[in-house]
């Protein structure tokens, strides 16, 4: 058994926005060289989320905010803005909601997402951030000889 950890940043724009992450988590599940096991994707992050689903315009750059809103608005009267006067409240909240991580399997040295299942980091904060993401994978590593070249 074999652990393996790897980071990667992202420069975010804020307030809602989705970004693909899918493929840099791929590369380093391969770099890692676990054949068979599970991998998690975090970000220390309290105003960003990791969620798993369908990338696609409709629904990320319309359906998940829209979604949000109804959920958690922005402008209600939070008890952390009153605090830090920084008008952020309803950013924590949706990071509660959607949370700060997503596992998955290893199989065959690759991630096993659905067909229509991307990693994406979500942005939530009022402003634009630079978010760390980390990749912890744990598993067997194929035989030495066996292994598979890292793409």
Known sequence: MVAYRAS????????VQTIDITERVAKIVRASRVREGIACVFTPASTAAIVANEFEPGLMETDLPAALERLVPKGLPYEHEKRWGDANGHSHLRATLLGPSVTF???GGEPLLGTWQQLVLVELDTRPRNRDVVVQIVGERAMEGLSRSVR
């Open 8 to 15: 990667f940043s992202v420069e975010t724009k804020g307030e």
């Open 105 to 107: 399997p290893v199989g």
